[in-house]
């Protein structure tokens, strides 16, 4: 189908002025899109959908709260309340931000199981990472602002991590604070950073789906599409698979919201800050946990760590660096994996790696959210070290030594034949350019 | 692959109860209780909420304040609008200051906030021997356990066990974290007598005075219910119907 | 809150039938109802909040106030003045004549049946929103022994009449009700 000749005047008249119409209906209605996409593609429709919602709902709180030590948490008592429906849009947006982290890393296990970060879509999953960070950074900041016990304590901790840096360490904390301690003025520009960075992850969104766009979407089986056999248009297939998604996401979603909203919360935070009395366990929220255990996997007087790295630098400081860059590795996974395999489906030794991965993480989070002492100090350190180990070992190595299956000729080709599955009816070929 | 996610999920929810089962090592058990308000179609029954304010506002408030928690608030319980005015016009709160430039005391009005019992945080220290009586208005949101822990701990002051001191001005407690806690039992047994003739007994003060803080916590509760359940039932129709559209969509195309 | 399904509802004909079949366009008007569910909330929290509610109401109690004394008190942000008037205030305000006044009313529509001593009105001036002088013992009263405004001269009487001067309405009588004789809410 090629350009469409809009029957409506007045559409016609703004399309000759400024394409929008004719670049949705490229973009949407026409886009091909592989056909056997599964759910699993779903999730990043869905984190843009949850962003929407997210600044909807904190542009709205935005109105109502106040950005000051002394009135902060009262203001979202406030809200919580006096604001007409304060309640149900404080409560979207609390768990929003964890439903946005659920779905985002869904997308990105999604992306690592499908070789989704392999050519030629390598930028789009360092956009992605991008946005992984950005993500983090904003829910970072927003999380100090109701001005709880662990937005506070949460807050000195991170930020006092700064402080490892060598030589510039100590005015750059002094600088984050605005002042010698987490206080009012932390508070103000946190709120400021906190509105702006999520415009900024609208903006590399958009440059994430340009990306996409470029090359079209990955799908279960990794191989190329070869023709319109292979692909739909997304519209109208795919916006409603998109939408169907989005009314299951919804029911999860709004389910915690109305019957569990404290589920992803600490009650600490429902404690007013105060900053000469310290909660007995500091844990960050969950989507943290992971990075968190990373983070303390360091400890100055264990022989494991002080045998490599104690005459170079802090364990402070290898904590810090070992958890950004357990973000990092992810930018080069690309040209770590050399397999020119992209589906999971057909790499035998890799899957078994990735389920590996996967229970890694959870064990890093199970980790994180205890305190630092006894069994979980080992444990944290065995899954810190199998982490890296994952990224930086196993993967390259199953590049060069894995023996793939026997790869289908196309996308269409199992499936119009009515068979479904992905056994290949010709001898083995090559690999698709990867 | 479906099998596999499922597995996923199933770690996911065991590392989320194993995190919590970790930390309950230290405390001990809470008892589950049964509240009105449980559930999906939970409630706060009234006559219990009217209790628990007699009990708060006869034993609890000589200590801790409720400062976010409006008098007018107390109309959503059943008490009338005279006996709000009633209630505020019994405390005194300051105001000011006046044309002579002298803050004042004033009965309070229903669109004030509960008066608190101190006028700072170190005045309620040096009255308690330098411990803190914090304020209870998110208490049921603030401590782990929530409204079965409050019930708990009101209920579960006892003889420490042999072997067991408790340092000089504190109380042992079966349930506060570290079981050494600076409130003395709050409750005795007819140490209120309830408007509408109900014993009085420690068991149901305790009871009476969760039901209220915890809609001091959370008074939106009742109606984040309400609304939740046709949210979702009109969620789980639009999402059957959104199915169906996806299933004629896709009828004709092989995938 | 609700699915994001907005209105285009997909039906893969683009032949030029007509005919929609019932689901999509049951499944549309769903989601469109959905949609406007959850936007409502959205636009309602603008509305007043219940604390700024419950401060529009506003008891008096006025057995202090002598006759011929006024007090301002605050009502949703703004001074309302209640005034005592004395006998002659009263009569004074009664003998004008519709045809002299900017703004004709007469004085027993701004005074409640009963209680024509009591003048309750907000202290705004009906001109550009400042404050008339009159309230406190020694400002000026203005020519008509009311009150007066200094930013633009405009001069009031002893009804809160606008009587000479910019501004073009009389001073407004809030809602306001006798609970008891000794004590009014405003609001």
């Known amino acids: 189908m090629s350009a469409p000749e809009f029957k409506n005047p007045v559409i016609r008249w703004i399309d000759y002025r400024?394409?929008?119409?004719?670049?949705?209906?490229?973009?949407?209605?026409?886009?091909?899109t592989p056909r056997n996409l599964s759910y699993w593609w779903n999730f990043g429709s869905l984190a843009g959908i949850v962003l929407v919602v997210m600044i909807a709902t904190g542009i709205v709180l935005a109105m109502h709260y106040t950005p000051h030590t002394a009135f902060a948490f009262e203001s979202v008592e406030r809200i919580m309340r006096d604001v007409n429906y304060g309640w149900l849009i404080r409560y979207l947006h609390m768990n929003g931000a964890s439903a946005f982290f659920i779905v985002v890393f869904i997308h990105i296990?999604?992306?690592?199981?499908?070789?989704?970060?392999?050519?030629?879509?390598?930028?789009?999953?360092?956009?992605?990472?991008?946005?992984?960070?950005?993500?983090?950074?904003?829910?970072?900041?927003?999380?100090?602002?109701?001005?709880?016990?662990?937005?506070?304590?949460?807050?000195?901790?991170?930020?006092?991590?700064?402080?490892?840096?060598?030589?510039?360490?100590?005015p750059i904390v002094t600088w984050l604070w605005g002042g010698f301690s987490v206080d009012n003025p932390t508070l103000n520009r946190?709120?400021?950073?906190?509105?702006?960075?999520?415009?900024?992850?609208?903006?590399?969104?958009?440059?994430?789906?340009?990306?996409?766009?470029?090359?079209?979407?990955?799908?279960?089986?990794?191989?190329?599409?070869?023709?319109?056999?292979?692909?739909?248009?997304?519209?109208?297939?795919?916006?409603?698979?998109?939408?169907?998604?989005?009314?299951?996401?919804?029911?999860?979603?709004?389910?915690?919201?109305?019957?569990?909203?404290?589920?992803?919360?600490?009650?600490?935070?429902?404690?007013?800050?105060?900053?000469?009395?310290?909660?007995?366990?500091?844990?960050?929220?969950?989507?943290?946990?992971?990075?968190?255990?990373?983070?303390?996997?360091?400890?100055?007087?264990?022989?494991?760590?002080?045998?490599?790295?104690?005459?170079?630098?802090?364990?402070?400081?290898?904590?810090?660096?070992?958890?950004?860059?357990?973000?990092?590795?992810?930018?080069?996974?690309?040209?770590?994996?050399?397999s020119p395999v992209r589906s999971a489906r057909f790499r035998p030794l890799y899957r078994q790696f990735f389920w590996l991965l996967l229970i890694d993480c959870f064990v890093l989070g199970w980790v994180g959210a205890n305190p630092a002492e006894g069994h979980f100090i080992w444990i944290g350190q065995v899954a810190t070290t199998y982490y890296f180990a994952h990224f930086l070992v196993i993967v390259p190595l199953l590049g060069i030594f894995e023996k793939p299956r026997p790869l289908p000729t196309s996308i269409g080709e199992p499936v119009l034949k009515g068979g479904g599955g992905s056994t290949a009816s010709a001898a083995a070929r090559p690999m698709e350019k990867a | 692959m479906m099998r596999n996610a499922i597995l996923a999920a199933c770690v996911a929810a065991l590392t989320a109860v194993a995190s919590t089962a970790s930390f309950a090592a230290e405390a001990v058990k809470i008892p589950n209780q049964e509240w009105t308000f449980d559930g999906l179609f939970g409630t706060f029954d009234?006559?219990?909420?009217?209790?628990?304010?007699?009990?708060?506002?006869?034993?609890?408030?000589?200590?801790?304040?409720?400062?976010?928690?409006a008098y007018r608030n107390l109309q959503e319980i059943g008490f009338s609008e005279d006996q709000v005015k009633e209630i505020a016009a019994a405390k005194e709160t300051t105001d000011g200051p006046n044309d002579a430039g002298e803050m004042f005391q004033r009965p309070a009005r229903p669109s004030d906030k509960f008066v608190s019992p101190f006028p700072n945080d170190n005045a309620a220290r040096a009255a308690n021997n330098g411990a803190f009586p914090p304020d209870l208005s998110l208490m049921v949101k603030a401590r782990k356990g929530g409204v079965d822990y409050l019930h708990a701990l009101m209920t579960g002051y006892k003889e420490?066990?042999?072997?067991?001191?408790?340092?000089?001005?504190?109380?042992?407690?079966?349930?506060?974290?570290?079981?050494?806690?600076?409130?003395?039992?709050?409750?005795?047994?007819?140490?209120?007598?309830?408007?509408?003739?109900?014993?009085?007994?420690?068991?149901?003060?305790?009871?009476?005075?969760?039901?209220?803080?915890?809609?001091?916590?959370?008074?939106?509760?009742?109606?984040?219910?309400?609304?939740?359940?046709?949210?979702?039932?009109?969620?789980?129709?639009?999402?059957?119907?959104?199915?169906?559209?996806?299933r004629k969509v896709w009828k004709d195309v092989k995938h | 809150m609700a699915s994001s399904a907005d209105t285009t509802a997909p039906g893969g004909r683009e032949d030029g039938e007509t005919r929609r079949d019932f689901l999509y366009l049951a499944t549309a008007a769903f989601g469109a109802v959905g949609v406007g569910a959850a936007v409502w909330p959205l636009i309602d929290q603008m509305n007043p909040a219940a604390d700024t509610l419950a401060a529009s109401t506003t008891e008096v109690n006025l057995e202090p106030i002598q006759p011929g004394q006024r007090v301002t008190i605050t009502w949703r942000g703004k001074p309302v003045f209640i005034a005592r008037r004395t006998p002659q205030q009263i009569?004074?305000?009664?003998?004008?004549?519709?045809?002299?006044?900017?703004?004709?009313?007469?004085?027993?529509?701004?005074?409640?049946?009963?209680?024509?001593?009591?003048?309750?009105?907000?202290?705004v001036c009906t001109h550009l929103g400042c404050i008339p002088l009159g309230q406190k013992s020694g400002e000026q009263l203005g020519d008509y022994k009311g009150w007066f405004c200094p930013c633009h001269g405009s001069h009031y009487d002893t009804s809160g009449r606008i009587r000479r001067g910019p501004a073009p309405l009389n001073l407004e009588v809030p809602e306001y009700t006798f609970l008891t004789d000794t004590q009014i809410r405003i609001g």
């Open chain 1, 18 to 32: 400024l394409p929008v119409f004719s670049f949705m209906h490229h973009e949407l209605n026409e886009y091909p």
């Open chain 1, 109 to 170: 296990f999604r992306g690592l199981y499908y070789g989704s970060y392999k050519s030629p879509r390598e930028l789009l999953w360092i956009i992605g990472v991008v946005i992984l960070l950005t993500m983090m950074a904003t829910a970072f900041l927003g999380y100090v602002l109701p001005w709880g016990q662990m937005s506070f304590w949460g807050a000195t901790v991170i930020t006092n991590l700064f402080s490892a840096i060598p030589l510039i360490g100590e």
């Open chain 1, 190 to 338: 946190f709120f400021s950073l906190h509105y702006l960075l999520p415009f900024v992850l609208v903006g590399v969104v958009i440059v994430h789906l340009m990306a996409l766009h470029q090359h079209g979407s990955g799908n279960p089986v990794g191989i190329d599409t070869k023709g319109p056999q292979d692909s739909i248009p997304f519209h109208p297939y795919y916006t409603v698979k998109d939408m169907f998604g989005t009314g299951v996401f919804f029911l999860v979603y709004l389910w915690f919201v109305f019957y569990a909203p404290n589920f992803f919360g600490e009650p600490d935070n429902y404690i007013e800050a105060n900053p000469l009395q310290t909660p007995p366990h500091i844990v960050p929220e969950w989507y943290f946990l992971p990075f968190y255990a990373i983070l303390r996997a360091f400890t100055d007087d264990y022989p494991v760590y002080s045998w490599f790295l104690s005459w170079l630098m802090s364990a402070k400081l290898a904590g810090v660096i070992a958890m950004f860059g357990s973000i990092l590795v992810l930018f080069f996974l690309p040209w770590l994996d050399r």
């Open chain 2, 46 to 69: 009234r006559g219990a909420l009217q209790r628990g304010f007699q009990v708060y506002n006869n034993v609890c408030a000589a200590c801790h304040s409720l400062r976010l928690v």
């Open chain 2, 160 to 246: 420490p066990p042999p072997g067991v001191t408790v340092p000089e001005g504190m109380s042992y407690n079966a349930y506060f974290p570290g079981h050494a806690i600076a409130m003395p039992p709050p409750l005795s047994e007819g140490g209120v007598e309830y408007a509408d003739k109900t014993k009085a007994t420690v068991d149901q003060m305790s009871r009476d005075v969760s039901t209220f803080l915890a809609w001091a916590a959370e008074p939106e509760m009742e109606a984040r219910k309400r609304l939740g359940v046709k949210v979702l039932l009109f969620l789980l129709i639009l999402t059957g119907m959104l199915y169906a559209v996806k």
């Open chain 3, 91 to 123: 009569e004074a305000a009664r003998q004008v004549q519709m045809g002299q006044l900017i703004d004709p009313q007469p004085d027993a529509e701004r005074v409640k049946e009963g209680k024509e001593e009591w003048l309750v009105v907000v202290g």
